[in-house]
C-alpha cells in the first residue's frame, strides 16, 4: 500500500505539472492590455455605454511589430473647441456674408454685410453684363476678405435663383472662380426648401403640422410638414422681384397688377399640385420679404417687438394701408429697409395668396435664415468626413459589441470590421495602410480565425483580451500525464 500511494502521489503530480505547463502557454500566448501603458475608463457596472464609446488607436510597446496596433476603449470628450465658418449668400434681392461661430454643435451669427444684388441693377437680356460681373468679383473678394479676417475653418457662397435663371451662369461663376479662386455654387429651387427647413424646423418650429415658405427674390420655396418633417417640397418660379418686374409698371402696383400677381402665384402652386384639403392653419414665413413685412408692422405699431405670430386677417389691413398713398408708403418701407421698397408690396400679394391656398389662419415670422440651413448641413458633412476618415484607425465600439459582459464570436466581429483590414489572432491588430499585402495575415488561410469558442471579451479593466478554450489540450496532457505514470507503476511492479 505504501508503495502505492508514493505512485499515486507522483502521477498526481505530473497531472499538475501538466496543467500548469498548459496554463502557462495560454497566457503567453492571449494578449491583454497593460494597464501601466493604457488608460481605460470603461467599467464593468451595469450603466449603458455612450454611443460615442469608441475603440481609439493607442500605441502598443508590447507588440514586436512596429506595424500593429492595439485598440483600448474609451469614451470621447465632447467638448468642442469655437471655430468659424464663412456662408456668403447672393440672392435676387441682396447679398450677404455672415460669420457664424461653432460651438457644441450651436450656432452663432457674430457679423453680417449685406450688398444690394448685382443681378437686379447689371442684368440685361437675361444675362449679367461685364459690368455687373465685375462687380460682383469685387464683392467676392471683399466678402473674403472678411471670412479671412474671422479664421473662417469653412467658406461657403451659393447662390440661388439670382444665378440660377440667367442665361450667362457658367461665363459668371467661372469668371469669379478664375478671379478670386472661390467656387460660387448654385442650389436648386428644392435643395433651397430643404436648407430652409432645415434651419426653421431648430429654430421656429412650435406646431407639429403647417407650411413654410422661404420667399427670395427670384423663387420661392414651399414645403408641406407634418410631424415637423417635409411632406411635399418643391419651388416656384417667382419671388417678389420678379413679380415686381413682370407685373409692375410703376413703383408699387395697382389693382390691375395686383390681380396679375395672385392669378400667377394660383398657377404656380396648381402646377405643383399641393395637397391644400389638409388644414393646416399654420404658414411659417422665411426670408427678407417676410422679415421686412414683421418690421413694417412693428414699425407701424401694429404688433410689439416681440411678436412673432400674426393672423393673415393683418396682412390684409397692411396692404390696405400700404397702397393709400405711395408717398407717405415709400417713407415707412425706406425707414425700415430701403431695399424694398418695390419688391414689399408683391411679396405681401404672394404670401396672402399661398395663405388662402392652403386655408392659413397664423403667419409665423422666422427669425433663422437659409444660410443656417447651409451651416447645419455643412456641420453634418464634416462629421461624415471625419468620420470616413478616422474608419480605418477606429472601430464603433457598439458595431463590435453591444454589451460588454456579451461576448461576440471572432467570426462575427472580424465580418464587421473587415473592410478595415482588420485581423484578429492574439490581439485585435492593425496593419498600416504601406504593410504589403502578402504580409497581411487577413489574406493567409492559415492566420484566419474560424473557431466559434474564440471570442472578444471586454475584462475588468476595459481592455479587450482574447480567450481561448484550454480544456481540450489540457486533458490531452492529463490523459497522456496518467499512461505515462502507469507505465512507470506498472514497471515498478
Known sequence: MKFKYKYVLFMIFIILCSLSCVIAVDNNQSSSFDDNSYTTIITNDNNDYQKN????????????????????????????????Y?????????????IYEISNDKINPVFTKNEKSVTAEYTENNNL???????????????????????VTQKYLFATASLRKIDNTNEV??????????????ISGEEEAELGFEAVKYTDLTTDNGVLIDMGGGSTEVITFF???????DSMPIGSLSSYKEYVNLEFPNETEIKNIKIRTQEE?????????????DLYGNGGTLYTVRNVLTYLGDISNDTYVIPVSKLDSLLAKLLENSTRTSEIISAVDNSRINTLLPGIVMTKEISEYFKIQNIHFCKSKLDEGVIYRLMENKKDTEKENQSNSIIDYNDVVSNHDIPVTLNNAYAVINNMK????????????????????????????????????????????????????????????????????????
Do not use: W
Open 269 to 281: 402652386l396648381n402646377k405643383i399640385n399641393f395637397n391644400n384639403t389638409f388644414p393646416f392653419d
Open 53 to 84: 464609446s469608441i475603440i481609439q488607436e493607442k500605441e502598443s510597446s508590447n507588440i514586436a511589430s512596429t506595424s500593429q496596433k492595439n485598440y483600448s476603449i474609451y469614451s470621447t470628450d465632447n467638448t468642442q473647441e469655437k471655430e468659424y
Open 422 to 493: 482588420i485581423n484578429v489572432t492574439h490581439t485585435v491588430n492593425l496593419l498600416k495602410d504601406n504593410e504589403p499585402q502578402e504580409n497581411n495575415p487577413a489574406n493567409d488561410s492559415k492566420n484566419n480565425i474560424n473557431d466559434e469558442s474564440d471570442a472578444i471579451t471586454v475584462s475588468d479593466n476595459g481592455a479587450f483580451s482574447l480567450t481561448e478554450n484550454s480544456y481540450i489540450p489540457a486533458a490531452v496532457l492529463a490523459v497522456l500525464s496518467i499512461l505515462i505514470a502507469s507505465v512507470v507503476i506498472y514497471r515498478k511492479r
Open 173 to 186: 461663376t467661372d469668371s469669379v472662380l478664375n478671379s478670386t479662386n472661390l467656387d460660387i455654387h448654385l
Open 86 to 98: 464663412g456662408v456668403g449668400n447672393f440672392g435676387s434681392n441682396v447679398m450677404s456674408v455672415t
Open 129 to 151: 453684363t461685364k459690368d455687373g460681373i465685375n462687380k460682383l468679383i469685387s464683392i467676392v473678394n471683399d466678402f473674403n476678405g472678411i471670412m479671412n479676417s474671422y479664421n
Open 227 to 233: 410631424n415637423k418633417t417635409p411632406s411635399q417640397v
